[in-house]
């Protein structure tokens, strides 16, 4: 298939040389009309100008004497010099076609008679043909009294077929010159065109998986081809984005595995060695077994709730109360609340959204448990609202609070912000980033932030139902 320089340049090409052979067949059309429509004026000036001088003038004589006055003016050899000139040629014939006289030019030729020619149809216009040369020619029938004159004006074509074909050679020459120019200027200015994307199409092509930091950066063109280039920077930094948060995945996922494998490891060899002889040693074993293994399922569910946002699955979505999910997640925690002395409670407010009242679970329950493991003392809120179009529900506790610099990262995965109690803490470190899938998936966002009188509070934000669950009938 030709390149995309070369059918820009054919298109192009044949588009212009259209509108220039059009353009010069109009031109070159409209001249020869020009030039016949002056041939016939001329020989009708001449024909004007024999039929006034010989038309019967009015006055005492009879009608039998002005008609022969007529035919003298009409056959006088000095008035047919008069009309004669090298482009005009006269002839007189009587009403059978006989010719009565002729301009000297015409020589011995004589122009035939027009068998259409009467006294309904008095004047014509045709081409005659005179020993091998071509002539215009003007024909009148003229009433004399009782006796009727046929006038022939002419005019030789020969100069205006020379004319016609000048301008048809000219025309055609300047169109297949044009042709010429139009095809090699369509090329260069398509290679022009395309130049930038053929350059731009290399330089993409030597950016891999491994140069990603690469950037095409043609801040010079503010173009069609500056904002494709600029639109694949951006892509290009997505992209290295998205492969560093997958490398940073991979390394995190790899070191959050390696602990409680290593243990399973561990404590199988005991079980292998002393489990027969020491049943304290079995049992403590198949305890932190059992106990790795549940943390190991956590983490991987929680990677496939992960991906599973990441890949915008659709979900049925339900009208789902905030308050309603809120309570039943409380009502969960309560007896966890209890055992650490904590208060866990749901205060006024309501707001109504459509989701998937499971996940929308799952993401109460991942915050009002991030927030039951770094409280010591007070408690744990919930509410829910609605402001505007907006649906939001909270969880706030009254704990040590999260470093206000470390506030954006929180949501990221395996990210602790007290890294000193990663291990004693427990949980797989996905909690919060699958709360902020699940948010996205529903249309909205979460975020964290600074309590005023200390802790740490965490608002989901969806689209609000604007229509109640409900008919109020």
Do not use: C
């Amino acid at each position: 298939m030709p390149s995309l320089t070369w059918r820009i340049a054919a298109w192009y090409a044949a588009l212009l040389i259209l509108v220039l052979a059009v353009t010069s067949g109009l031109i070159a059309w409209r001249f020869q009309q020009i030039l016949s429509d002056e041939a016939h004026a001329r020989i009708d000036s001449t024909m004007r100008d024999i039929v006034q001088t010989v038309q019967p003038a009015s006055g005492p004589l009879a009608i039998d004497d002005r008609s022969a006055q007529s035919w003298e003016l009409l056959l006088n050899t000095n008035n047919l010099a008069d009309w004669e000139s090298p482009t005009s040629f006269v002839q007189v014939d009587n009403a059978q076609g006989y010719p009565l006289a002729k301009t000297s030019n015409l020589g011995g030729r004589t122009i035939p008679k027009n068998p259409s020619l009467s006294a309904e149809h008095p004047r014509d216009f045709r081409q005659v043909d005179l020993h091998g040369e071509p002539f215009l020619v003007e024909d009148r029938y003229l009433q004399l009294g009782d006796s009727a004159a046929i006038i022939y004006v002419a005019e030789p074509l020969d100069a205006l077929n020379r004319a016609f074909a000048q301008t048809r050679s000219a025309t055609l020459a300047i169109i297949l010159v044009a042709m010429l120019a139009v095809t090699l200027l369509s090329y260069l200015l398509a290679s022009q065109a395309t130049r930038p994307i053929n350059q731009l199409s290399h330089e993409m092509r030597e950016i891999g998986s491994d140069r990603l930091d690469r950037r095409l950066a043609w801040p010079h063109r503010n173009d069609e081809i500056g904002q494709l280039a600029e639109s694949f920077d951006d892509l290009l930094a997505r992209l290295e984005e998205a492969f560093a948060r997958e490398r940073q995945f991979i390394s995190d996922a790899s070191h959050e595995l390696k602990t409680p494998l290593t243990s399973i490891n561990a404590n199988a060899q005991m079980l292998l060695r002393w489990g027969d002889r020491d049943e304290r040693t079995r049992v403590e074993s198949l305890n932190t077994i059992v106990g790795e293994s549940a943390s190991l399922a956590g983490m991987v569910n929680g990677m496939l709730t992960l991906a599973k946002a990441d890949r915008g699955d659709a979900i049925p979505k339900t009208p789902v109360s905030l308050r309603a999910v809120a309570a039943d997640v409380v009502a969960s925690a309560a007896q966890r609340a209890r055992e650490e002395n904590l208060s866990l409670e749901v205060l006024d407010g309501d707001g109504t959204i459509m989701g998937d009242p499971q996940l929308l679970r799952q993401l109460v329950a991942n915050l009002v448990d991030n927030a039951l493991k770094f409280t010591e003392r007070g408690g744990v809120f919930v509410r829910a609202g609605t402001s505007g179009e907006t649906a939001w529900i909270e969880v706030a506790d009254t704990g040590p609070g999260i470093p206000e610099d470390e506030l954006p990262l929180v949501f990221d995965r395996f990210y602790r912000a007290d890294k000193s109690r990663s291990r004693e803490v427990a949980g797989t470190g996905l909690g919060l980033a699958i709360v902020r899938s699940i948010a996205r998936v529903h249309g909205g966002h979460v975020e964290a932030m600074r309590r005023p009188g200390g802790g740490t509070l965490f608002r989901a934000t969806f689209p609000a139902l604007q229509r109640p669950l409900t008919d109020s009938s």
